[in-house]
């Protein structure tokens, strides 16, 4: 299993400004994953960030405007930058590992931040 | 493009009684397919999954059962507990490829 934080775990923030999302993971992990899941939503992938290279986005997703970094293995930041009202969502990461009973690897999440843009 | 949805945006059940949350999926070549629990302020936590090639997969009180014909996954939740209230999303995942595709997400809310 995994354990993962994140920080903040919830901000209010004023459009046009940025905000910089904290992932640890207590395991060295190839894979990290960034989701948003806007209220009421389901997950949608934003990118998978590997340590070394650089991320990787899903359709409707820029580095502009979401730049991750992927320092180490235990670690990685998105920052949603110039941020407008829509960007409110919950901002979640997420790494591979094995579940207990699971078949197959799968991902854990952290328990994600909760970011509301006035 | 290929997509997870699922029949009801939201289920209420009472307490003691069973449920079934239902799941459709569009993407036939996926090899796994699983089940989350979010609680409110958490992010998913795995339940319980299965793989293509079955039909039937069963953990504690839990069951997940998959119709390729139609293209159907459901998870039944036995003997319904407070603490199962929350939202249940089905995702699907293809060997190889690490992302998940989730879908919708139900609410189930559990009636004392």
């Known amino acids: 299993s995994a354990v993962i934080s994140q920080k903040p775990s919830r901000d209010i923030c004023q459009r046009g400004t940025s905000l910089t999302i904290q992932c640890q993971v207590d395991?060295?992990?190839?894979?990290m994953f960034w989701y948003r899941q806007q209220p009421g939503q389901s997950l949608t992938l934003i990118a998978t960030?590997?340590?070394?290279?650089?991320?990787?986005?899903e359709s409707g997703f820029v580095i502009d405007k979401f730049p991750i970094s992927r320092p180490n293995l235990t670690f990685s930041t998105l920052t949603v930058s110039n941020m407008s009202p829509e960007d409110s969502s919950i901002y979640l990461c997420?790494?591979?590992?094995?579940?207990?009973?699971?078949?197959?690897?799968?991902?854990?999440f952290g328990p994600g931040t909760r970011l509301t843009v006035l | 493009g290929e997509s997870v949805g699922l029949h009801l945006p939201t289920l209420s059940v009472q307490e003691g009684d069973n449920s079934i949350i239902n799941c459709a999926y569009s993407?036939?070549?996926?090899?796994?397919f699983i089940w989350y629990k979010q609680e409110s302020g958490k992010g998913p936590q795995f339940i319980i999954d299965?793989?293509?090639?079955?039909d039937k997969r069963q953990g504690q009180r839990v069951t997940v059962l998959l119709n390729k014909t139609v293209k159907h996954l459901s998870l039944q939740i036995a003997a319904t507990q407070p603490g199962d209230s929350a939202v249940y999303f089905c995702?699907?995942?293809?060997?190889?490829?690490?992302?998940?595709?989730f879908g919708t997400g139900t609410r189930l809310t559990i009636i004392p």
């Open positions: 995702a699907e995942k293809k060997l190889g490829n690490e992302k998940l595709t």
């Open positions: 395991s060295q992990v190839t894979m």
């Open positions: 997420s790494v591979e590992g094995q579940w207990t009973g699971a078949s197959t690897d799968t991902q854990y």
């Open positions: 299965i793989r293509s090639n079955m």
């Open positions: 993407n036939s070549a996926s090899d796994y």
């Open positions: 960030a590997n340590q070394g290279s650089e991320a990787t986005y």
